[in-house]
């Protein structure tokens, strides 16, 4: 009886503990599931305001040209990339017509290039051009399928292409593609159009080819650029490149071209003042000014204006003290950002030409 009490005593022990621990499970995965639950809602969280991207064209001479939405009578509506969050990796692409956020698809077509169109409720389409401000009108086509994806690009009278790109209003960019999830040819019945892809806003992938010179340009918040330049003691204009040598991308020299086949270094200079002076460096010493150049011909200030560790951010500054970010623009439409490179702790990183340099400028990936 005694031996039967004990045996009934620890089960009933074993039982509680037992009993005691699914309890205590079931209340963290409730907590974990609470706490899941918070960090979705956090991460999904809208924006304070609904951040508008400017969608342009890249001409390999570093211009950016207007996308826009053309219906049947000739009229021009904007053509956007729609950030709704704070994920910048997936967004849609929207014709803005009145009131109204028009979705932008590729149609199902027998033609060689497939059909790029924004679609209307009561079933009109709205032809996607890119709109040169010398007058033409090019096509926006998907040119070529990798798997999911669909190559975008606008098509030269010449037949060459043009990539296509979603520009933030800091100056951040995005590919602007074709995206298919499954495999038929029709994805989805919009309107009573046969959709083959959807177009979205996707962050750039992959290597740019070997194409020599990119171009340098500040980018204005309003989606255009500003040709940045060097200029000597007499005003005499040169131009400012990031030199591709190799097939990578990761760190590009920056150079003033002077002649034929001079190169110049460009530097940022210690400095005492608020923001860093950066400057072309001639064989003898002479500083060139690196100004960007606005529409009405303003020449705005390029400097360093904040380290972070090693990077030093580089910015062009209007005359209220806003700030644009640089860039350099392959020909085939990529993009690198522009920054000082600092490997010492001290100010001084070296001397060229009788010159105290503060840091190195390159082009390197944009980081995100």
Not at 120 to 148: C, F, H, M, Q, W
Request: glycine fraction near 8%.
């Amino acid at each position: 009886m005694g031996k039967a009490y004990h045996i009934s005593s620890v089960l009933h022990k074993f039982w509680s503990i037992f009993l005691l621990a699914i309890l205590v499970v079931l209340s963290n995965c409730k907590e974990i599931e609470k706490e899941t639950s918070k960090t979705i809602e956090s991460d999904m969280a809208i924006t304070d305001e609904m951040v508008i991207w400017h969608i342009k064209t890249i001409h390999p001479d570093g211009r950016l040209i207007d996308v826009k939405a053309i219906d049947k009578d000739g009229n021009i509506f904007d053509v956007k990339a729609i950030q709704h969050t704070k994920q910048t990796s997936f967004m849609d692409i929207k014709a803005l017509v009145g009131d109204k956020q028009l979705p932008v698809k590729l149609l199902v077509s027998g033609d060689k290039y497939t059909r790029v169109k924004a679609l209307a409720d009561d079933g009109s389409v709205y032809d996607i051009k890119a709109l040169p401000p010398e007058g033409d009108t090019l096509d926006v086509k998907g040119v070529s399928r990798t798997k999911n994806i669909i190559h975008i690009k606008a098509i030269s009278k010449a037949g060459d292409f043009y990539g296509i790109k979603a520009i933030s209003p800091e100056g951040r960019l995005n590919d602007v593609k074709g995206v298919k999830m499954t495999d038929d040819q029709t994805e989805v019945l919009i309107n009573g159009h046969a959709v083959y892809a959807h177009v979205k806003a996707l962050p750039q992938a992959g290597e740019a080819s070997n194409n020599g010179r990119w171009h340098i340009k500040a980018i204005h918040p309003e989606g255009y650029v500003l040709d940045i330049k060097a200029f000597d003691t007499n005003g005499a204009i040169y131009d400012v490149k990031a030199i591709q040598d190799s097939y990578q991308r990761s760190l590009m020299d920056i150079k003033t071209i002077v002649g034929e086949n001079g190169y110049l270094p460009i530097k940022m200079i210690i400095s005492s003042d608020e923001y860093k002076p950066i400057k072309a460096i001639s064989d003898n010493g002479t500083l060139f000014d690196i100004k960007a150049i606005t529409k009405e011909g303003t020449k705005l200030d390029v400097k360093g204006v904040l380290r972070e560790g090693n990077i030093v951010h580089v910015k062009a500054i209007n005359a209220e003290g806003k700030f644009y970010g640089v860039k350099a623009i392959s020909p085939d439409g990529e993009l690198n950002d522009v920054k000082g490179i600092k490997l010492n702790k001290e100010d001084l990183e070296t001397e060229i030409n009788g010159q105290k340099i503060y840091a190195h400028i390159k082009a390197i990936p944009q980081a995100y």
